[in-house]
């Protein structure tokens, strides 16, 4: 992409409704734009990272055995009556209208509607078990919208639900959850300790939420300090295997969100607790038949005899995890993305924009980076390089190739990797090389 046809409205001052990093970055970077309080809308550089980590959350998911369907945004009051949530979700559930003045929702998660479909079509034990998913916005009128979309009102969430036959199948479907949870969150270079959590409006009895430690996180959570340096996928099973040590391993290392430490049953030594703050990411639920009851997910049993499907849900904050990403990732001049969801790979900064050799030469590098399907953002503007300095700092793209007038009188052009700021002066051909064969690591 050239920087010329592309849409990047960076902003030079730190607007000051941002209390946060990840929101003052995303503003600055052209990433987001509020249109409403809580509502966003995601432009092409924010859109671009966000379908990264969509994708990647989808691959975990389809690893981990679950299966994509797509259910709608607008749900039925109707469903939300039959299980007794319409009420207890007060304002937070965005209600509407139709013309026939039926009673709609915009789903703010979606345990009722998933529960019908599958009690519609699934009859018997031999189809279970199953796990279905969606990516899909969520809306939550929330009271305090605040952080830009850390919290939002309308959000992207990967939301997974469980359909088991009995207790010992849904805890193994909680498993290759949790499992799957650490994959994907390492995936995105991101520290996500699960959390023994309460499990609010959702319900149930067994739940964790995901949580990563920073300073402007939401909530306060308590941890033994090995999770610290935990290498969390150390040893870690595959899907087809026991779950249950791996787990057991895991959940056996004290980690606790606020409302579930017990600081009198806690048996860590003081300088081995960390009390810190946390952004949750991610949060499991086990809760049984509370949904299966009351909308009647039945199946005929081995025996004959019908069963009431034992379920789970899973949620991801996919558009929240743009931020907890660059809340740990940034330095004083911008983002730093992990290559895995970074826009694009690579910044090819044309120094002297209308020099014959360097246009000539950034033409060649832009030309063979496509080729080779590296992506590559070329900023091609008439600006000065410090400007192009500052705006490819800013978006945090892993690697800038600069290429000016000085460096080409030597046959050089210069690699820097954002993250650590290296340098290093090399041939064409070399830095072709490295961004395309090699597997560069940010
Ligand atoms: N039905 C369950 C699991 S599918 C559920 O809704 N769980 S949840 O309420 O914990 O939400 C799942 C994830 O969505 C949270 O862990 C969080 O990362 C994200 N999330 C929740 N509320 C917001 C919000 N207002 N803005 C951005 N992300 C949010």
Redesign the pocket.
């Known amino acids: 992409m050239r920087l010329t046809a592309f849409f990047l409205p960076t902003l030079k001052e730190t607007p000051n409704e941002a209390q946060v990093v990840s929101h003052r970055l995303m503003l600055r970077a052209g990433m987001i734009r509020q249109t409403s309080s ?1 509502i966003y809308a995601w432009l092409p550089l924010g859109y671009r990272v966000l379908r990264k980590i969509e994708q990647i959350v989808r691959e975990e998911q389809d690893a981990a055995g679950a299966l994509e369907l797509l259910m709608p945004t607008i749900q039925p009051a109707e469903l939300w009556k039959t299980s007794g949530r319409y009420d207890d979700y007060g304002k937070e559930m965005l209600r509407i209208k139709d013309r026939h003045d039926r009673e709609m929702l915009f789903g ?4 009722e509607v998933i529960t019908d479909i599958f009690k519609s079509y699934v009859k018997s034990y031999r189809d279970l078990p199953k796990n279905l998913y969606n990516i899909q916005w ?1 809306f ?1 009128d ?1 009271i305090r ?1 605040r952080f830009g ?5 309308e ?1 992207l ?5 469980s359909f088991d036959l009995d207790y010992a199948g849904a805890r193994r479907a909680y498993q290759k959850m949790f499992l799957a949870y650490l994959r994907t969150f390492a995936r995105l270079n991101l520290r996500a300790i699960p959390m023994k959590a309460d499990s ?3 319900g149930g009895d067994m739940s964790h ?2 949580i990563i430690l920073a300073e402007t996180g939401e909530s306060v959570v308590f941890c033994d300090k090995r999770w610290v340096e935990l290498d969390v996928l150390a040893d870690a099973p595959s899907f087809a295997d026991d779950l249950e040590p791996f787990y057991l391993r895991h959940t056996s290392i004290y980690a606790a969100t606020e409302e579930k430490h017990d600081p009198a049953h806690c048996q860590l030594a003081p300088e081995q607790l960390v009390t810190a703050r946390g952004i ?6 086990y809760f049984g038949t509370k949904y299966s009851k009351p909308l009647g997910a039945v199946v005929t049993g081995p025996d004959g005899e019908p069963v009431t499907v034992e379920m789970g ?5 996919v ?3 743009v931020a907890a990403i660059i809340e740990p990732s940034h330095d004083g001049a911008g983002i730093i993305w992990p290559e895995s969801v970074a826009p694009y790979k690579v910044g090819l900064i044309n120094l002297k924009q209308g020099d014959a050799a360097c246009d000539t030469v950034c033409e060649a590098l832009y030309d063979n980076l496509l080729t080779a399907r590296v992506e590559v953002l070329y900023d091609d503007r008439p600006d000065r390089p410090g400007a192009k300095f500052a705006d490819m700092d800013l978006i945090g793209l892993p690697w800038q190739l600069l290429v000016g007038p000085r460096g080409l009188k030597s046959g050089t052009v210069e690699l820097k990797n954002r993250k650590t700021g290296e340098r290093v002066e090399l041939s064409q051909d070399s830095a072709l090389a490295k961004l395309t064969s090699v597997k560069l690591t940010a």
């Open positions: 809580g703010p998660t979606a345990e969520k939550r929330e919208p979309i850390m919290r939002g009102r959000f969430m990967k939301d997974a639900y609010g409006p959702i939420e995901f949750e990411v991610g949060h499991i639920f849900s899973y949620g991801i904050g558009s929240r995890l």
